[in-house]
Nanobody
Framework: QLQLVESGGTLVQPGGSLRLSCAVS????????IGWFRQAPGKEREGVSC????????YYADSVQGRFTISRDYAKSTVYLQMNSLKPGDTAVYYC??????????????????????WGRGTQVTVSS
């Protein structure tokens, strides 16, 4: 069974930076697309960024393009989300999720349709002064 554990969420001031980590265990990382999703109170869960672990191709939502960077470290079996220039609107619970490469055609499809088979428990990010 694939397991995903997020960490790194905290309170940060507007304009600040934060790096989230998603530790993946149970199967090799390159079997999966890995995505970061977020859900704010009263809103639907949305895809933030998704990556193909096998070739490193990435997708970003328009709202985070140029501010967030997704990356993976095979040696540590970990996927990161570097978040810069944070805004109050980025406040949400951030979830790491995974889906087998063959079950979704593109990273964009994974993120836009919120398509994943495995989910972490989430980590809270609060952007406030």
């Amino acid at each position: 069974q694939l397991q995903l554990v997020e960490s790194g969420g905290t309170l940060v001031q507007p304009g600040g930076s934060l790096r989230l980590s998603c530790a993946v265990s149970g199967f090799p990382l390159d079997y999966f697309r890995i995505g970061w999703f977020r859900q704010a109170p009263g809103k639907e869960r949305e895809g933030v960024s998704c990556i193909s672990s096998s070739d490193g191709n990435t997708y970003y939502a328009d709202s985070v393009q140029g501010r967030f960077t997704i990356s993976r470290d095979y040696a540590k079996s970990t996927v990161y989300l570097q978040m810069n220039s944070l805004k109050p609107g980025d406040t949400a619970v951030y979830y790491c999720a995974a889906v087998n490469n063959w079950r979704v055609s593109t990273n964009q499809a994974m993120c836009v349709t919120v398509r994943a088979d495995y989910w972490g428990r989430g980590t809270q990010v609060t952007v406030s002064s």
